[in-house]
């Protein structure tokens, strides 16, 4: 389909041109006349040629020549009617205007003529109203019927008018409410008035008397006077206003509040009047209809009424129809798209006549609202009314068809001058005019065929833009229209001017009195316009004195006085652009010089773009105040607004010195550039951003990092890669060309080309074998670099084969070192990781299968290409066996043959345990277990002992063998009453094991042996040990009575003479213990063991090698000497026993009477 062809006005070009009629003035629909001046009905049209007009009045021909009191307009269709001194009804009705010409009619609304009446009020005879105080009243208006109706209001007899408030209201209809009535309300001068609009007359209805008597009055619930009853219906025009009221009676006088059921009410377009009684709502919308409930409400209760709104509409339009221009045998609509409530019919007429009753045209299909033209040829041209009606009113559109042949003008004037100042848009015109409508296109220069695209944008009227406008867009430009018929060009010319810019801006200055104050404003500009300076005080000028000293780039205020203060402006002008900057002035008494304060630089000001070319830019700005800190140097950031918006990157820095920078740009990038200036108190605050600079796009200047081909299937590759940023994109249309082939393979690269991904699958691979790949980046402006190519390899399979020849070497008893010969390369089926070896203790070799336990295996992983390992931490005398399995990154393959290997005897381990049972007097049994483990064959145990005497001293070491069969002997000839130590151990043919150690008390005598053994449960030791306790109590009492008398007691002087140095005094200040150390005491030595039948031990006596602060295990030398040496305490008193926490046993309380 062809849209409409606009038709210029310029008059060269409607020369000659033929038009079918165009309606472009006419009366309203609805006319109200003034009898009292002439009637004035408007038609005017345009057309080539030039139409004549017609009438017609209630549908028939309406003969102006024939009524000497009607003149039509010469050259228009406007009718005026001098109606003086003729009855003005005579000239109401509906008239219609039609123009036409030889390519068509057109015809305008139906306009009513009606004459404006302000009828008399009809006489009539007012009662006297006599009411109660506190009822409700109306009193009613019923103005004459008018045309316009009048506008109602109530006032006096001497023309005041009548207050209103919410207990006294007008209605919508003129009558006047009284919610209730008081003895104010007494007058016999309400009077209602009618002022009619268009005669400007106004009249008055007779005075109403009313009375209100003043007695006591019952107050009562609201109630509603208008409208009546619950509920009530209300229909409004769509677009119109719609007013509901509600008016209540009630006492007290009830408020009103309204609320919309079914919605909210349209808070713009709503409003409350006459005291909250009326609602209004303006431009009502379907949206607004629904029940509106109103609400009385007084302290006694409420009342509603519901008002049910519908909205219907009269037709509106949706899409009214335009001017038609085709060329022959062209395709086009006319569409009449309207809508109403209820939906409106739609009906066509073609030159004023329906169109059923006009002349066939094979080219024409009627489809309801619209009409479709085909292959339109010469002569039928025509105009088309479109009247779309419904029972609240109707719309009527006319729409001409011409069929033109017109070969392209351009109607910009040839050779003109754009001229436009850098990084503004810049537009350049070239309207045309054809039929067929001309097709426009831009050349630069002559050469170069501007395409639709960033930086241009070609309009649909054929104007040239160009967003950002930079000094390499000057030039001609040549524009082409073209069509069927014909062709037409024409020439225009660009210049690029730079911007005016204040350079050095005046700044806030603060002067004595009588000073001179100086303000600069140093000016850039385009060479080729000439700039003009002014200067403003305040915004106005500056005053006439001569005192005020305007140079080229500076004023000077010679000797400032009070009166100068202000504030200060430069405007620099040329013909295209200005610039301003104010500073203040403040005039100050004469003050001491202050002291110099040091602050961070102002931002910068003013940046500028210029140099601008495709990867590079020149930016400029304006230094800001330096707070007495010279400036050491400028920080440029800039921000990417197309790929990361709010994000400030650092791009360069310059030295303090310089105001401009030289930047190296990317591609297709939306760059904003800021600038920070730094001194020695820090950074100022980032300028304001610079304007936005596109670079244009272009190819990738890299590829794709991080590329890795690596196999997570037997049968794929996955290349990988880490993609680029936006920023690193070059232009849009990113993509990623991957590309791949086997290694050392006569075969072609395979590519594929994807997006938004970093990885690419490459399926049905050989089982890990090596590929060459390599990504590149690609964009819709070209390729990246020839990319690098890296090595990967496919996916990985579980090892075929396992390692052979398993050889296995013993070193000693806890080391052998296993070999075997290594898979082949081939069978490994991936990468090569290394070799597991399972290797597992099966039993030792004195123990018979049935009895070995089973063990875990344990694991050794080798890595690499390893054909031997190590197996440390072995158990001698063992049964062991093993297999291997090659290992690569997916896992194990199938295990070798097993492999079983011994191990020699080893040193056994220690004496599972040594006890020592049954003591006597002169003889000890000492009773042991095997080692737990043997690590060979046992040949026999030896055991070493020697007696600790009460000073501590060792005596000579005893060495007894036993066999291995043995597990208990008993050693005769032993001291009574002595402490022994024993040391233990197993031997092998490899040596000796480990010792362990044991100690264990001789008894004093058979009855001290026996009371050892059961002292406890006899009677007579009991009734001993009662004895002793009373003994004991008694020596105490005797102790405490001599103390107190200040003499000694033999125990005082054993302390005096044998003063311990652990037992600590108590401090003389606080009555506190000093420090008490028990690290030796009560500790028995490392290795001994309890004895099972109970024997004394060390921390039950005062005799314990503990005393001797033995640290560990006996040593032997090779000879079996004792080596470990006891040292400490020599001496020990008795009661130092007593400092165990533990009670003393009936033995220790013998000891410390012997």
Same mark, same amino acid.
């Given at each position: 389909m062809t849209s409409a062809l606009e038709v210029p006005l310029d008059p060269k070009v409607l020369e000659g041109l033929p038009q079918p009629p165009t309606i472009t003035l006419q009366s309203p629909k609805d006319y109200i006349f003034d009898p009292r001046e002439n009637i004035v009905i408007h038609c005017e049209a345009k057309g080539k040629p030039h139409p004549s007009f017609s009438w017609t009045r209630n549908g028939t021909h309406f003969d102006v020549e024939k009524d000497s009191k009607v003149l039509m307009k010469p050259g228009s269709g406007t009718l005026v009617i001098d109606?003086?001194? &003729?009855?003005?009804?005579? $000239?109401?009705?509906? $008239? +219609?205007?039609?123009?036409? !010409?030889?390519?068509?009619?057109?015809?305008?609304? !139906?306009?009513?003529?009606?004459?404006?009446?302000?009828? *008399? =009020?009809?006489?009539?005879? !007012?009662?006297?109203?006599?009411?109660?105080?506190?009822?409700?009243?109306?009193?009613?208006?019923?103005?004459?019927?008018?045309?316009?109706?009048?506008?109602?209001? =109530?006032? /006096?007899?001497?023309?005041?008018?009548?207050?209103?408030?919410?207990?006294?209201?007008?209605?919508?209809?003129? /009558? *006047? $409410?009284?919610?209730?009535?008081?003895? #104010?309300?007494?007058?016999s001068d309400y009077i209602c008035y009618a002022r009619f609009p268009h005669t400007q007359t106004i009249q008055q209805k007779q005075p109403i008397s009313v009375t209100v008597l003043d007695s006591k009055s019952d107050r009562r619930r609201p109630g509603f006077m208008a409208p009546l009853g619950s509920s009530s219906t209300k229909m409004v025009l769509r677009g119109e206003t719609l007013e509901l009221e509600c008016i209540a009676e009630g006492l007290p006088t009830p408020e009103i509040s309204w609320l919309k059921e079914s919605g909210e009410m349209p808070s713009g377009r709503m409003s409350l009047h006459n005291f909250q009684k009326t609602l209004k709502i303006v431009d009502v919308t379907e949206a607004d209809a629904g029940d509106y409930r109103c609400t009385a409400k007084n302290s006694l209760g409420s009342a509603h009424h519901i008002i049910k709104v519908t909205v219907k509409a009269a037709p509106f339009w949706i899409s009214a129809p335009r001017n038609l221009i085709l060329a022959p045998n062209e395709t086009g609509v006319l569409i009449c798209r309207v809508s109403g409530e209820p939906k409106p019919i739609i009906s066509w007429s073609v030159n004023g006549v329906p169109i059923e009753n006009a002349p066939q045209d094979p080219s024409r299909v009627v489809e309801q609202d619209t009409v479709i033209f085909s292959s339109v040829q010469t002569g039928s041209s025509g105009v088309y009314q479109c009247n779309a009606s419904n029972e609240f009113g109707y719309l009527m559109a006319n729409a001409f068809v011409s069929i033109l042949a017109e070969p392209p003008r351009v109607l910009t004037p040839s050779n003109n001058v754009y001229q436009v100042i850098s990084n503004r848009p810049a537009l350049l015109d070239c309207a045309s005019f054809g039929s067929p409508i001309p097709v426009i296109t831009w050349f630069k220069d002559s050469q170069t065929s501007i395409q639709d695209g960033d930086p241009y944008v070609i309009h649909n009227n054929g104007t040239l833009e160009i967003n950002v406008a930079q000094p390499l867009n000057s030039g001609k430009y040549t524009c082409i229209a073209t069509n069927n018929l014909g062709i037409k060009e024409n020439h225009v010319y660009l210049e690029v001017k730079e911007p005016t810019r204040i350079l050095k801006q005046p700044e806030y200055k603060v002067v004595q009195r009588n000073r001179n104050a100086v303000f600069e404003c140093k000016v850039k500009h385009d060479p080729s316009l000439i700039p003009t300076m002014t200067w403003l005080k305040d915004n106005g000028e500056l005053p006439d004195d001569e005192r005020f000293v305007v140079d080229t780039d500076s004023l000077t205020i010679k000797d400032v006085t009070g009166e100068d203060e202000g504030t200060y402006t430069c405007i620099m002008n040329t013909t295209l652009d200005q610039d301003s900057a104010s500073a203040m002035l403040t005039v100050v008494e004469a003050t001491p010089t202050p002291a110099m304060v040091y602050e961070e630089p102002d931002p910068p000001t003013d940046l500028e773009l210029t140099d601008q070319r495709e990867r590079s830019v020149q930016l400029t700005w304006i230094p800001g105040d330096e707070h007495n800190s010279p400036t050491q140097k400028f920080l440029i950031q800039y921000e990417d607004l197309l790929h990361q918006p709010g994000v400030w990157f650092n791009l360069t820095e310059v030295e303090g010195a310089s105001t401009t920078a030289h930047l190296s740009l990317s591609p297709f990038v939306y760059y904003s550039f800021r600038v920070l200036a730094h001194n020695h108190v820090g950074y100022s605050r980032p300028s304001q951003s610079s304007r936005q600079y596109r670079t244009t796009p272009a190819a990738p200047d890299e590829n794709p990092s991080d590329v890795q081909g690596v196999g997570t299937e037997h049968s794929n590759l996955i290349i990988t890669w880490a993609p680029l940023t936006g920023f690193q994109s070059n232009g849009p249309g990113l993509q990623y060309k991957v590309q791949w082939r086997q290694k050392d393979v006569d075969q072609d690269w395979s590519s594929e080309t994807v997006s938004n991904v970093t990885q690419f699958v490459v399926s049905g691979t050989p089982t890990y074998v090596p590929y060459e790949v390599k990504v590149q980046a690609v964009n819709d402006y070209g390729s990246g670099p020839e990319p690098e190519v890296v090595l990967g390899y496919s996916g990985e399979d579980l090892p075929l084969s396992a390692p052979e020849s398993l050889q296995v070497m013993v070193h000693n008893s806890?080391?052998?070192?296993?070999? =075997?010969?290594?898979?082949?390369?081939?069978?490994?089926?991936?990468?090569?990781?290394?070799?597991?070896?399972?290797?597992?203790? #099966?039993?030792? *070799?004195? #123990?018979?299968?049935? &009895?070995?336990? +089973?063990? #875990?295996? &344990?694991v050794l992983t080798f890595s690499g290409n390893r054909s031997e390992g190590r197996l440390p931490g072995l158990q001698p005398y063992s049964l062991y066996n093993l297999f291997i399995r090659v290992l690569n990154s997916k896992g194990e393959g199938p295990p070798s043959p097993g492999k079983s290997f011994e191990t020699p005897e080893g040193v056994p381990g220690p004496p599972s345990f040594l006890n020592v049972i049954n003591p006597n007097m002169d003889s000890l049994t000492l009773e042991w277990g095997p080692p737990l483990n043997n690590n060979g064959r046992l040949t026999s145990y030896t055991l070493k002992y020697q007696p600790v005497n009460n000073t501590n001293e060792l005596g000579p070491v005893e060495v007894k063998t036993f066999p291995a069969n043995e597990t208990s002997f008993t050693l005769a000839n032993l001291k009574s009453s002595t402490l022994y130590k024993f040391y233990f151990n197993a031997q092998t043919i490899k040596g000796s094991g480990p010792t362990i150690t044991e100690e264990a008390f001789t008894i004093m005598d058979t009855t001290v042996a026996s009371r050892q053994v059961d002292i406890a449960t006899q009677g007579w030791f009991i009734g001993l040990m009662c004895a002793i306790a009373l003994l004991i109590l008694v020596l105490l009492i005797v102790c405490f009575i001599k103390r107190n008398k200040g003499g000694k007691y033999p125990v005082k002087e054993k302390e005096d003479a044998h003063q311990d140095p652990e037992i600590q005094p108590m401090k003389e200040d606080d009555g506190t213990f000093g420090e008490y150390s028990d690290t030796e005491d009560h500790k028995p030595l490392k290795g001994s063991r309890t004895p099972s039948n109970g024997t004394v031990r060390r921390d039950e006596s005062d005799d314990s090698l503990v005393d001797y602060g033995e640290g560990g295990d006996g040593q032997f030398n090779e000879d079996g000497s004792f080596i470990g040496q006891y040292s400490g305490k020599k001496e020990k008193d008795t009661h130092e026993g007593n400092e165990s926490s533990e009670a003393p046993s009936p033995v220790n309380a013998m000891n410390s009477f012997v």
């Open positions: 109606i003086s001194g &003729e009855k003005a009804e005579a $000239y109401e009705g509906t $008239y +219609q205007c039609t123009a036409h !010409n030889e390519h068509g009619t057109a015809v305008s609304n !139906n306009i009513v003529i009606r004459q404006s009446r302000s009828p *008399l =009020w009809s006489k009539e005879r !007012n009662e006297a109203i006599v009411v109660q105080m506190g009822v409700s009243l109306v009193l009613q208006c019923r103005p004459p019927a008018g045309l316009p109706p009048p506008v109602i209001f =109530w006032m /006096d007899n001497i023309f005041q008018r009548l207050p209103l408030n919410d207990r006294v209201s007008q209605a919508l209809n003129g /009558d *006047l $409410y009284f919610s209730n009535v008081l003895p #104010e309300d007494t007058r806890t080391l052998a070192e296993v070999h =075997w010969e290594p898979v082949p390369s081939s069978t490994v089926r991936g990468k090569l990781q290394g070799y597991k070896v399972y290797y597992r203790r #099966e039993r030792g *070799l004195h #123990e018979a299968e049935a &009895e070995a336990e +089973q063990q #875990e295996p &344990e």
